[in-house]
């Protein structure tokens, strides 16, 4: 997995050994509903996701839980933070399957001198946190919407956009959609049956095709 992520684009194989030594490299295996960083703890090392699903959560001072965003395998999180003068999370990250998650120190990275495969890395790690804002932003606009269906119709649409079709799967069941669109499950229930009655759209569990 590693030769072809995207973090390490253009690092020669034989590179691979001293650079994840640099990076303090260490895989580690988390159970369902296991907290691998928790809001509040400062955070010096990136994650990248090896098998298994991960939730980034936030919860409110009442213990409401809002989805921000699920992870699949080869997906990176807590970046933002170990690159950033801010060391303590904001949010929280849970997993959701039983998971494999391979930890990275950057400070390794950007207090060694200058090598052909740290600018590499570094490079690419600029280009996915211009990728993740881009997606932060998009979820912004859903949230935005005033209503249930404004909210659905902007992320079912942003769904297809990115599977390049109008049927899809989408990674969430109606409780997980519902926390990531920030609306209650039942109200939800109900537009989406209103959407399909209107001929909008069909679904069955977490597979949707749009009309």
Known sequence: MLTGHPLFEGVEGAD?????????????????????????????RVGLVLSG??????????????????????????EAFSCSTQKSLTVSVVAEEPCRILFLDFRGALALPDRSALRKLVRNMLRILADKNVMLTQRIEALARRTIREKLSAYLSDQARRAGRNAFDVPFDRQALADYLCVDRSALSRELGRMRDEGLLTYRKNRFTLH
């Open 16 to 44: 691979f050994p001293a650079l994840l030594d640099c990076l303090g490299a260490g895989k580690r295996d988390f159970s369902k509903g296991a907290f691998i960083f928790t809001a509040g703890e400062d955070v010096l």
């Open 53 to 78: 699903g991960v939730a980034v959560i936030k919860e409110d001072a009442w213990g409401n839980r809002t989805i921000l965003a699920r992870l699949e395998p080869g997906e990176l999180f807590g």
